[in-house]
């Protein structure tokens, strides 16, 4: 009689694959790409970014002038690249010193509770609750006008929210159990801390990390696009969008230096959603594989491949299968050694991936 | 629960005048003098003018009988004179929040419109074009720099297209109706004038857009990050056997546990639109409170400085009292202390 | 998956629905259509007014304000537009020393009627500038020499000097000196009382309204948005052309292009040269240039913290290695000129053929071995502080990296620091600064007003310590009521200025205004208040 095995459709790997990874491999490539140009600038770059000559200013995209020139006759491609280096190292600068700097506040304020906690948490509302452009200015205007003195503005309003995402990554952990069997073993709260609790809460830290570079360009662009941040005449990419915001006629000015802004900051969002929907926990990841095997009609088909990978002899699988005869497969040789061997393969990817499968002992 | 609120409304009063004292302090430290901003050349030049002006502006008093004096007008409600515009504070706040209150309003409005719809489907429909395409545009949203896609839009849609109209809040022929709110769609929708109605939607469209783009990424994101929680768990695998319909079991039991999340983002971005919308302020020449603090700061104006600082902070706080007080709304098993 | 969700949101609804709503509304509001009737009654300017901070006269002297104000005030005398040297009867006819030297007699003009549609009287020439000595605002500080004024009869008016040699008449053409309408003013909290400063509520008012005998009457201000005003039917040169004028707050010089491309506005001011360009194949609009009197110039001081500024030939050097042509031509649009040094070209003894005689001018040669003479051959460091500003599109950011540039050819080395506004003047004024850019814009066309300056506070600023042959000389020039006289003496201070190397002047601006052609009649100045308004009509 006529079966039907419904199978889900196996989707390539490749397309399942790009579907999952494809854009954060899209905004890695991009990044990768930007911090190559940037370390390479002067080796690449012909022509010198400060080099001022009015005379052939405000040249449109030709030949010569990939991207045309600025309003004072600076090729615009050149000062596009040489400020991906000023944009990429002061974002880098602000998260990863203000990010450690509020993890390690935020958990250790978490671990010590008490009052340390409700004074992190006091501070934290302060500093959210100032506007940054006020903040920003006010510095700018104590300090002068400068790059470092720019990322201390932004350093001040930067780290409160890796310590308040540090301090509930702590929380929830600290009271688990294992927390509290290290505790009894007499590990001191610092090792407990850096070795224990930290390294289970790092995943939502690196996505907020990775999204964070991007914000951190962005906001130091808009404040150089202010008149704060670098002293002319270093490229820098809110700098040049801020030239050029009157010539509309002349729209290579403003548009390809907000262009490198929006790609460079794309490519850091794509890759922080990529590693966010991984989940980045380990169980997370396990959920994961377990929630793409979705149990569909037919997966048994691969239990007897599992079980002889396994080392165990294959008995009997119950099959929802119509009545057939015992012991006449409904395969034929072929068929089956073919499909045993696909199957082979398949289980040992499904493996890989530290699925597990729990065989029940029928007769226990 | 009274007894929170008013706990928490109390610590917000507190954090406010923090956040003045702060900025008050950092304020104080620049190197320049104010005064000498403010004044026309040739009485800058005169020491005696000067010296005059600073006294009367309060200028040379110790710092914390400047700050105990500012103090006292906060609770007599008096924010101060501006030194730049030689108005009280509290009219040039008048003359340009309903500006801002405006624009920001109707852009949050347009991210949630359009925004939670998009993450709910792409949460549905994981991984689906949809999902991917969902995601692009509100990544794009997030990473665009404000002031360039500000710029971009109106060279594009007003200079290219003719599309829209031009920066500012009317037509420089239109006469700005009576003033009641100083919100433009509600006076003129008051008196019935929807002909200027008309006139300053239309001018609404292009900066709400830029404003919302970003707002839009945060609040797809978030929706769709909550909906996928949300749809994982157990009950609505439950809801699903039952045999309940999708949409059901989506909007009714899926959606509210979500909804969380996107309340709290929500609040904050609603927040932020209204205190942080300098850029784009700047490229449409809107002539709202953005625009006044960016000035304010350049100048180093005391009062205006402090009180913008002030109500900045005491709307952060509010609303982030407003967000805890509805998850006692939304999540009844939040308990409260 | 098997299953196939449908949560049932139209999404494609959705957006068909917001798509609608948005093209029904901009669909639905079009810019006004340029010949409608109300429309074409109207003046409507672009200009940037959010330096504005009163409209009242007496507290009138940014830069923007004196253009509504001039609107709705007409002073005793004016400036022609082209003509800065020459004074012009307004309100009053004809005026003379009296024997006394002392005194200026004015004879008011008959029949000239306020907007209110009270006539003119002395009685109210007397209370506006009473009001002025008495509430001493910055306008004051321009004729702080009067004495007083009185009123000798119906129509004749004294202005009484302290000191004799320093020039006025020129001075109170500027609108803040206005004639006011005693009356009106009065009725609203106006005083000239000695005790005007504190007693004096009238500004308030003063902002919304006019008390004038201008072709318009200003009817309101909302700041950083619109300043209306309307006709004033009693003018007495006549009725004006436009029922309204609109004066339309834009900042931003893209705005005001397209707006005056699409016919939103009649005329525009900020307009950028890489803008002007642009417009000039457009056959609805003329650009206007009228040259100015303001000037953007480097102030280079004697600062003790940099030796080599102290050598009057090091800063000379600086001058003769900048490339001034370049600058004007390409960074200007060429719509600029340059003076020798501080009195811009257009007044009395200054042209630009003096510049290129006596003035700096770009020479390398001559920068080198002013160098070397000064003991620097290898050149040397200083700072040079800037805001963050533009002036007829040329921003000090781009001016100050063109500089950079230019004296890095000879071996000085620019190091350029922007600065806020707070901060600049604080180290400006202060003397602190060691080469500030910034700008000068005179509140009226009389020489002395420049010279004075110059030998006084802003010697100060420069740490420059004037020899008493300097204050002679600028005493004397600004004595001399013979025009040829003065010339010659003012091309000796030209002389010195150079030679002491102070100040560099780089830019007096051209300024490009694109006029739309429906407005004939629009006379542009430089006199200080940018534009005639009374004969401006439609075409």
Known sequence: MAEKLVVARPRPAAVRWLRRYGLATLGGAIIVAWIVMAVLAPWVMTYNPNFVNVANRLQPPSAVHWLGTDALGRDVMTRIVYGARISLSVGMVVVLVGGLFGTLLGAVAAYARGWAEEALMRVTDLVFCFPPIILAMAIAAALGIGTVNTVIAMLVVWWPKFARLARSLVISQRSLEYVEAAQSIGFGPVHILMRQIIPNA???????????????????????????????????????????????????????????????????????????DTGCTLKAMRRECARALVPFKGVHRFIPALVKNAGYRLVEIPVNHRARQFGVSKYGLGNRAIKATMDMFGVRWLQSRGVAYQLRDENA | MIRYVVSRLVTAAVMVLLATLVIFLIANTVPGDPALAAMGDMQASDPVQVREFRARWGLDLPLWEQYWLFLQRIAQGDLGISISSRRPVVDDIIDYAPATIELATIAFVLSLLVGLPLGIIAAVRRDSWVDHAARFVALVGVSAPTFWLAFIMLAIFYGQLAWAPGPGRLDPIAFPPERITGLLLIDTAWVGDWETFRDAAAHLVLPSIVLAASTLGLITRTTRAAMLEALSQDYVRVARAKGLLARVVVTGHALPNAMLPVVTLGGLAYANLLTGAVMTETVFGWPGLGRYTFRSAVAVDFPAIMAITAIVAAVFVLVNLLVDLSYALLDPRVVKA | ??????????????????????????????????????????????????????????????????????????????????????????????????????????????????????????????????????????????????????????????????????????????????????????????????????????????????????????????????????????????????????????????????????????????????????????????????????????????????????????????????????????????????????????????????????????????????????????????????????????????????????????????????????????????????????????PAPENWLWSSATVNRVSKRVQWNVPPEMHKLVADAGAERDLVKAAALYRKYQEAMVDFAHHIVLIQPVYQVAVRKSVVGLNLTAAGWMADLSGAKPA
């Open chain 1, 202 to 276: 790092v995943g939502p830290l690196i996505v907020l990390v990775t999204l964070d570079l991007g914000q951190a360009i962005l906001v130091f662009a808009g404040l150089s696009f202010l008149g704060l941040g670098v002293v002319p005449p270093t490229a820098e990419w809110g700098a040049m969008v801020a030239e050029g915001r009157e010539l509309v006629q002349q729209w290579w000015v403003a548009t390809f230096p907000g262009l490198a802004i929006l790609t460079v900051v794309m490519g850091f969002n794509f890759v922080g959603d990529g590693i966010r």
């Open chain 3, 1 to 442: 998956m098997a299953d196939q969700d449908k949560p049932g949101f139209g999404r494609r609804p959705l957006i068909a629905g917001t798509a609608g709503l948005l093209g029904s509304i901009l669909t639905g509001a079009r810019p006004a259509d340029a010949q409608s009737a109300a429309r074409r009654g109207a003046l409507v300017i672009g200009l940037d007014i959010s330096d504005a901070l009163s409209l009242d006269p007496v507290r009138v002297y940014q830069y923007s304000n004196p253009l509504p104000t001039r609107a709705a005030y007409d002073g005793l005398v004016t400036f022609d537009a082209g003509d800065n040297i020459n004074v012009k009867p307004a309100l009053a006819t004809e005026w003379a020393y009296q024997p006394d030297g002392k005194t200026i007699r004015f004879k008011l003009r008959p029949g000239v009627k306020f907007a209110s549609g009270n006539p003119v009287t002395a009685e109210d020439v007397r209370f506006s500038f009473a009001r002025h000595l008495n509430i001493k605002d910055q306008p004051f500080q321009y004729i702080s020499h009067v004495e007083s004024v009185a009123v000798v009869d119906e129509n004749t008016v004294d202005i009484v000097l302290k000191d004799p040699t320093l020039p006025v008449i020129s001075i109170i053409a500027t609108p803040a000196f206005g004639i006011q309408e005693k009356a009106l003013v009065v009725a609203n909290g106006g005083t000239d009382a000695a005790d005007a400063k504190e007693k004096d509520k009238a500004t308030e008012w003063l902002n919304n309204n006019s008390a004038g005998a201008g072709p318009y009457r200003l009817t309101g201000w909302q700041r950083n948005q619109q300043i209306q005003m309307v006709r004033n039917p009693h003018y007495w040169r006549g009725t004006p052309g436009y029922e309204r004028v609109l004066i339309r707050h834009m900042s931003e010089s893209a705005a005001q292009l397209l707006a005056i491309q699409r016919g939103d506005l009649d005329v525009a001011f900020n307009l950028i040269p890489e803008q002007i360009a642009t417009l000039r194949n457009d056959p609805n609009i003329q650009v206007m240039g009228t040259p100015s009197l303001d000037f953007i110039y480097m102030a280079v001081t004697e600062a003790p913290t940099n030796p080599a500024l102290q050598n009057k030939l090091a800063r000379q050097a600086i001058g003769y290695a900048i490339d001034f042509d370049g600058i004007i031509k390409n960074l200007a649009g060429g719509a600029a000129v340059r003076p020798v040094s501080f009195l811009p070209v257009g007044t009395n003894g200054s042209t630009s053929a003096l510049t290129k005689e006596i003035g700096f001018n770009e020479d390398l040669p001559r920068a080198r071995k002013l160098l070397a003479d000064a003991g620097l051959p290898n050149g040397f460091k200083f700072q040079l502080a800037y805001g963050n500003a533009a002036i007829a599109g040329v921003t000090y950011q781009n001016l100050a990296q063109k500089i950079q540039a230019d004296l890095a050819r000879v071996g000085i080395i620019a190091e350029l620091a922007p600065m806020d506004q707070v901060n600049l003047r604080t180290i400006f004024m202060g003397g602190k600064s060691e080469a500030v850019l910034t700008f000068w814009n005179p």
